[in-house]
Nanobody, 123 residues
Framework: QVQLVESGGGLVQPGGSLRLSCAAS????????MGWYRQAPGRQRELVAAMPSDGSAIYADSVKGRFIISRDNAKNTSYLQMNSLKPEDTAVYSC?????????????????WGQGTQVTVSS
């Protein structure tokens, strides 16, 4: 069974930095996609940054130039480096991944979510 565990959230002052990690465990055969979403109170969940299987990076306009997504395939871990944080970045950040897993003799591709980690930017 695949699990995603996020870490690195917390309280930071405006202009500060945080690094989120999303570690996946399980019998993962291939990483098809790993990305980060966020949801602030009263707002819809939005994609923050994503990295498809080709290793390219996609960013929301609101975080371009401030956030960097990366991935360690050997560790099945995604990272989100968040710099120059603003109060409007306050949200619950969740990791999302699409993995192909080996289950017995069969391969299956599924979508997985982490539990979310709170990021609060406030002075």
């Amino acid at each position: 069974q695949v699990q995603l565990v996020e870490s690195g959230g917390g309280l930071v002052q405006p202009g500060g930095s945080l690094r989120l990690s999303c570690a996946a465990s399980g019998n993962i055969f291939r990483i098809n996609f790993m990305g980060w979403y966020r949801q602030a109170p009263g707002r819809q969940r939005e994609l923050v940054a994503a990295m498809p299987s080709d290793g390219s990076a996609i960013y929301a306009d609101s975080v371009k130039g401030r956030f960097i997504i990366s991935r360690d395939n050997a560790k099945n871990t995604s990272y989100l480096q968040m710099n120059s944080l603003k109060p409007e970045d306050t949200a619950v950040y969740s990791c999302n991944a699409v993995f192909t897993v080996l289950s017995g003799v069969h391969y299956a591709t599924s979508d997985y979510w982490g539990q979310g980690t709170q990021v609060t930017v406030s002075s």
